[in-house]
């Protein structure tokens, strides 16, 4: 059946076929526990189009997408060179089938390239001969970090995120999405088993104030870190639903100095 990923998980909610039958009967217990995960991860994917969208309007051609998982299902490079065709995306993911796969996919693609690296070294993303060779560090870059920051502890996550933001010029971009506690019934308890029994970290919740400190002097967007379905929707996101849905976004740029 073969070990499932979170990776291969998250595919297998999107309803991609780059997953395995490990992937699915895990993904099937995480749903067990959390029924509302598939339409979470889908409207995560969708705050990443709009999120690139917007990107790519404010003149971002240079995209770092970390923790990116496989490049498939509305995916970075495609949804910002339909705006803006020379733009240029390095994905970065830390398990080395995910990033196999992602070269696979992008094979004959110069300008969109899976690495493996970790967030906890981000001397090594920053350094690495594919970032040096898409990424000018002169030029305004986006730092994608999409349900990534919670599989990670606060010792790793606010040192290696200054490293990661400090790297870019004015002008750049940070975009994050992670779950937030509500304040009631909260599901992340039970999804945790779940992923602690797939041998996968348990993901942990943190507040607004904790998100946004992470921006740094980033400056949040209109509407700033918000319900994932109510940043800048494409219709009416309705009533926002903090326990089946507890995940916040948010778009920040970096003042030009």
């Avoid at 089946?244 to 030009?256: I, K, S, T």
Wanted: proline content about 9%; glycine content about 8%.
């Amino acid at each position: 059946m073969g070990k499932p990923t979170v990776a291969g998980m998250y595919d297998y909610y999107l309803g991609g076929v780059h997953h395995t039958a490990g992937d699915r009967e895990a993904g099937d217990r995480m749903l067990r526990a959390m029924p509302t995960l598939r339409e979470v991860t889908r409207a995560n994917r969708a705050f990443l189009r709009r999120a690139v969208r917007y990107l790519t309007a404010a003149g971002i051609r240079q995209f770092v997408d970390i923790g990116s998982g496989i490049p498939t299902v509305g995916n970075v490079h495609e949804v910002a060179r339909a705006e803006a065709p020379d733009s240029r995306v390095l994905y970065v993911d830390v398990d080395p089938e995910v990033v196999a796969l992602s070269a696979s996919l992008l094979r004959g693609d110069d300008r969109a390239v899976a690495i493996e690296a970790d967030l906890a070294d981000p001397a090594a993303i920053l350094g690495h001969p594919e970032c040096a060779r898409l990424i000018d560090p002169a030029r305004p870059t986006a730092l994608l970090m999409l349900c990534l920051l919670q599989w990670l502890p606060d010792e790793v996550v606010v040192p290696s995120v200054r490293t990661l933001r400090e790297a870019f010029p004015g002008g750049s971009f940070i975009a994050l999405s992670h779950p937030v506690a509500p304040p009631v019934n909260d599901p992340t308890a039970a999804v945790g088993e779940v992923y602690r029994a797939t041998g996968a970290r348990a993901a942990t919740a943190r507040t607004r104030d904790e998100l946004v400190a992470l921006f740094g002097d980033y400056v949040p967007v209109e509407p700033g870190l918000t319900w994932v379905t109510h940043w800048r929707p494409d219709g009416d996101p309705g009533v926002p639903d903090p326990v089946g849905m507890p995940l916040v976004v948010g778009v920040a740029r970096r003042p030009e100095r």
